[in-house]
Structure formats: structure tokens, C-alpha cells
């Protein structure tokens, strides 16, 4: 990887983001009425993938503390026995940085910001930075995979990545 390599952050859109997930939105979302008609539900927005022994699926709440603009990413990791989804529960500004694989290792990456009201689900070993809120201190509804085996896979950057607003 060349020095000081710089990422420019990007709308998340849907299409920009197909190859890492889903985005998880009511915006264009199938969606239908409840609870005698008191409620609209918007159904199945995301695929939640889960692999491996005794594997069932997890809500957290995270609770992450802001990083600023510029941001040195160090490392990215990667979930090879599920997905992983991230909705904010606030519409404080957020990051998602996301890689393709190039044989083990994260490259061409990009950093998506989500307009409020957008989370994501990324996908099965997909490779992602850590949860990247900004400016505030933010809580995120998480669903992922609980079970038997490493669910996780972390790689260290010899040189960070800087990322950059656009």
C-alpha cells in the first residue's frame, strides 16, 4: 500500500453499496399496516446471515465514542460466521468503512456516510472498519452472531489509511 493513502468519504446510496450489505432504511422500503392499521411495518430490510455451530443471532446495543475528521484507519475486521448490522438510534453523523478482499487482506477501500435514519447490514466476511460515530457520543442497535467458533478476523494496516471528508 503506497503512503499516506487517502480515503474521501461518499453518500451511502444502494447501489454504491451492494457489494459490502444493505443499507436499512423505510425510504423505498416494502412496507404494509398493523396493529389494526396503528402501525406501518417496513419488512425485511436486510439478510442476516448466520454460519457455523450453534450459531443464533444477537441484538446489542454499542455505544461508541465520536472520532474526527481526518481519521488514521489502523485496521479493519471481518466476520466469517456472519452478518452484521448497524442501525444508529440517534441522527448523530456516522461512518461506514467498508473493503473488497484481495486474497485475506482488505483493499480498495471507501468510507459511506449515512444520512440519519440509514443504517447498514454488512454482509458475511466482509471486511469493515469499527463502529465510526462522529462529532457525538452515539448509541447503534446491533444484530449479529452469536455461537460456537471465531467469528472474528482483524488485519493491521503497516501504514494507516487516512480518511478524509469529501
Given at each position: 500500500?503506497?503512503?499516506n493513502s487517502?480515503?474521501?468519504?461518499?453518500p451511502?446510496?444502494?447501489?454504491?453499496?451492494?457489494?459490502?450489505?444493505?443499507?436499512?432504511?423505510?425510504?423505498?422500503?416494502?412496507?404494509?399496516?398493523?396493529?389494526?392499521?396503528?402501525?406501518e411495518?417496513?419488512?425485511?430490510?436486510?439478510?442476516?446471515?448466520?454460519?457455523?455451530?450453534?450459531?443464533?443471532?444477537?441484538?446489542?446495543?454499542?455505544?461508541?465514542?465520536?472520532?474526527?475528521?481526518?481519521?488514521?484507519?489502523?485496521?479493519?475486521e471481518?466476520?466469517?460466521?456472519?452478518?452484521?448490522a448497524?442501525?444508529?438510534?440517534?441522527?448523530?453523523?456516522?461512518?461506514?468503512?467498508?473493503?473488497?478482499?484481495?486474497?485475506?487482506?482488505?483493499?480498495?477501500?471507501r468510507?459511506?456516510?449515512?444520512?440519519?435514519?440509514?443504517?447498514?447490514?454488512?454482509?458475511?466476511?466482509?471486511?469493515?472498519?469499527?463502529?465510526?460515530?462522529?462529532?457525538?457520543?452515539?448509541?447503534?442497535?446491533?444484530?449479529?452472531?452469536?455461537?460456537e467458533?471465531?467469528?472474528?478476523e482483524?488485519?493491521?494496516?503497516?501504514?494507516?489509511?487516512?480518511?478524509?471528508?469529501a
Open positions: 500500500m503506497p503512503a487517502t480515503i474521501f468519504t461518499e451511502l446510496t444502494t447501489e454504491a453499496f451492494a457489494p459490502f450489505g444493505q443499507i436499512i432504511q423505510t425510504e423505498q422500503a416494502e412496507h404494509y399496516p398493523i396493529n389494526l392499521g396503528m402501525t411495518r417496513y419488512h425485511d430490510l436486510a439478510r442476516i446471515e448466520l454460519a457455523g455451530d450453534a450459531a443464533r443471532p444477537l441484538i446489542s446495543i454499542f455505544r461508541g465514542r465520536p472520532y474526527a475528521l481526518p481519521l488514521d484507519l489502523l485496521m479493519m471481518r466476520h466469517p460466521l456472519g452478518s452484521q448497524f442501525f444508529p438510534l440517534s441522527s448523530h453523523p456516522w461512518l461506514v468503512i467498508v473493503a473488497q478482499d484481495n486474497r485475506g487482506e482488505p483493499t480498495r477501500l468510507a459511506f456516510r449515512p444520512s440519519p435514519g440509514q443504517g447498514v447490514n454488512i454482509a458475511i466476511n466482509v471486511w469493515h472498519g469499527v463502529l465510526t460515530p462522529l462529532e457525538k457520543t452515539s448509541d447503534f442497535l446491533v444484530v449479529d452472531r452469536g455461537g467458533g471465531n467469528n472474528l482483524e488485519h493491521h494496516f503497516e501504514r494507516p489509511w487516512t480518511i478524509v471528508a
